[in-house]
C-alpha cells in the first residue's frame, strides 16, 4: 500500500518518529504540469503520519516557498527531522532559488523550521548554510548547472557533544562531471553552523550524492545515498554500472567516506532510500517510485527489510514482492 496522491507526483521524502507515530514529510507537486521534469520549481511540503509505515493518513500541505528575495524563494526541497534536547522539533531543509524562469540553473541553501508537535511549523530565519568557496563548487564556476548545496542530514555527533550536518554538495575542483563529495557542517547547538571541508574526495564516479543518511546497524556504521545512471562518472561509466541507491560502509560516521567503495543497494527504479526502525526494532527502507518503463511514478514504496549480510560485508534488501513488482 504505497503513499500515493492521485493528482500528486510525490518523491524526495523523509521520517520522524515520535514513539507514537510515524511522519512522512515528502515533496509533492500537481500532475497538472504534464511534464514531471518541471516538479522541482513546483515542490512544495506534504505531511503524512502512519503508526505502521504502511497505511498513511495524509495531512496536505505545511508550507509554501518564501516571499521575493528569501532563500528558498522558488521551492522548498528535501530535508531531515530531529528533537534536540530542548525537546524542539527542528527540520532542516533545502531553499532553492531559480534565477532565470526559463532556465534550470538554480542556487541551493539549507534553512530551518520549528515545531513543538510535528504539525505545526515556524521558519527561522535563514539560510544557516550555505556552500562555502573555499572547498565547495559556486553557480557559474563549472558547467554544473546549480551551486549545490541540499538534503541535509543532521545526527548527534558520534563524539557526543554536537550536533553534524551531511549535505549533498560538490568540489570546486576534479573534472566537472566527477565533483560529487558529501558536504559538511557543524554545530554545537543546531543554531549555529560552521561550514567545514568535505568528507569524501570527488572523482569517486559521481557527479552529486543527493539525499545523505548515516546509519549503524548490527554495529556497521552505513553511508547511504542516491545517484541515477544519468548522473554517474569517470570509470563508473566505462563499466557500464547503473545508478540507483548506494551504500557505503563508513566505521567512522563523522570521519572521511571512501565514496568509490560504494555498491548498489537498489537500481534507480527506487530512489531517495530512507532507512528507519519499525516497531519491531527492524531496519526498514522506504523510498519513491522513480521510473517505470520510461515513465515516472511518483509514490512513496512500503517499508523493506533491510540485513547486514556477512559474507560480502555490505547491506542487503529484501526481495521485491508481488505487489511492488506490479509497481515497478
Not at 526559463?102 to 527561522?124: C, P, R, Y
Not at 558536504?183 to 554545537?188: I, K, N, T
Not at 569517470?234 to 567512522?252: F, K, L, M, T, Y
Not at 523510498?287 to 509514490?299: H, T
Request: net charge negative; proline share 6%.
Amino acid at each position: 500500500m504505497a503513499f500515493t496522491l492521485p493528482d500528486h507526483w510525490v518523491w524526495d521524502f523523509w521520517l520522524a518518529d515520535d514513539g507514537d507515530q510515524f511522519h512522512l514529510f515528502y515533496l509533492h507537486a500537481p500532475k497538472s504540469l504534464v511534464d514531471p521534469d518541471l516538479r522541482h520549481r513546483n515542490a512544495r511540503f506534504g505531511h503524512a503520519t502512519s503508526e505502521d509505515l504502511t497505511h498513511w493518513e495524509d495531512h496536505g500541505t505545511i508550507f509554501a516557498p518564501g516571499g521575493a528575495g528569501a532563500f528558498d524563494e522558488t521551492a522548498t526541497w528535501t530535508g531531515s527531522v530531529l528533537r534536540g534536547a530542548d525537546g524542539v522539533w527542528r527540520m532542516f531543509y533545502t531553499g532553492a532559488v531559480f534565477p532565470d524562469p526559463d532556465a534550470g540553473t538554480n542556487v541551493e541553501t539549507i534553512g530551518v523550521a520549528t515545531s513543538h508537535d510535528l504539525f505545526a511549523w515556524t521558519k527561522q530565519p535563514g539560510p544557516i548554510t550555505v556552500a562555502d568557496p573555499r572547498w565547495y563548487e559556486s553557480l557559474g564556476t563549472s558547467t554544473w548547472p546549480e551551486e549545490a548545496w541540499r538534503d541535509p542530514w543532521v545526527y548527534p555527533d558520534p563524539s557526543g557533544t554536537g550536533w553534524r550536518m551531511l549535505v549533498t554538495a560538490r568540489s570546486n575542483h576534479g573534472d566537472d562531471d566527477d565533483r560529487g563529495v558529501v558536504g559538511h557542517a557543524y554545530s554545537a547547538d543546531l543554531e549555529q553552523w560552521e561550514v567545514l571541508p568535505p568528507l569524501s574526495r570527488p572523482g569517486a564516479g559521481f557527479a552529486h550524492l543527493e539525499v545523505p543518511q548515516t546509519v549503524e546497524i548490527d554495529g556497521h556504521g552505513l553511508l547511504l545515498f542516491s545517484c541515477d545512471t544519468a548522473k554517474l562518472a569517470g570509470w563508473r561509466i566505462s563499466d557500464g554500472q547503473r545508478g540507483g541507491i548506494w551504500v557505503v560502509n563508513a566505521p567512522e560516521t563523522a570521519g572521511q567516506y571512501d565514496i568509490a567503495t560504494a555498491t548498489l543497494l537498489a537500481d534507480e527504479r527506487l530512489y531517495s532510500g530512507r532507512l528507519i526502525r519499525d516497531r519491531d526494532g527492524r531496519w526498514v527502507m522506504l523510498a519513491f517510485y522513480n521510473d517505470a518503463d520510461g515513465e515516472f511514478v511518483g509514490s512513496v514504496s512500503d517499508p523493506r527489510e533491510l540485513r547486514w549480510d556477512a559474507e560480502i560485508a555490505t547491506l542487503r534488501l529484501q526481495p521485491v514482492d508481488e505487489n511492488e513488482r506490479a509497481v515497478l
